[in-house]
């Protein structure tokens, strides 16, 4: 059974910079395509990123395309979700799904029904 859990979440000035972790256990992510997801107070859970399964090609959403950025590293069976320019719009509770299902990541970002969840990282962009 795959576990993920996150990490890296905190408070960050707007302009900052955070390296969120979605670290693997009990199965390796090279059959798992991730996807990241964030839910603001107050909003409705929102797919913002998911990055492929073995050969690692990701797709963004507008909002922080250009800003964000999704890679794997197999070595250490975790996914990372590097964020810069950080506006406080990008306020949010952060969670990485995993699913065998290939077609969630090809070629766009969707709110797919992932099987797998992480608990979820908190991050508070605010001066």
């Known amino acids: 059974q795959l576990q993920l859990v996150e990490s890296g979440g905190g408070l960050v000035q707007p302009g900052g910079s955070l390296r969120l972790s979605c670290e693997a256990s009990g199965d390796r992510l090279d059959s798992y395509v991730i996807g990241w997801f964030r839910q603001a107070p107050g909003k409705e859970r929102e797919a913002i990123a998911c990055i492929g399964h073995n050969n690692p090609t990701s797709y963004y959403v507008d909002s922080v395309k250009g800003r964000f950025l999704a890679s794997k590293d197999f070595t250490k069976n975790t996914v990372f979700l590097q964020m810069n320019s950080l506006k406080p719009e990008d306020t949010a509770d952060y969670y990485c799904?995993?699913?065998?299902?290939?077609?969630?990541?090809?070629?766009?970002?969707?709110?797919?029904?992932?099987?797998?969840w992480g608990q979820g990282t908190q991050v508070t962009v605010s001066s």
């Open positions: 799904a995993a699913d065998f299902r290939y077609y969630f990541c090809q070629g766009r970002v969707s709110d797919e029904p992932y099987n797998y």
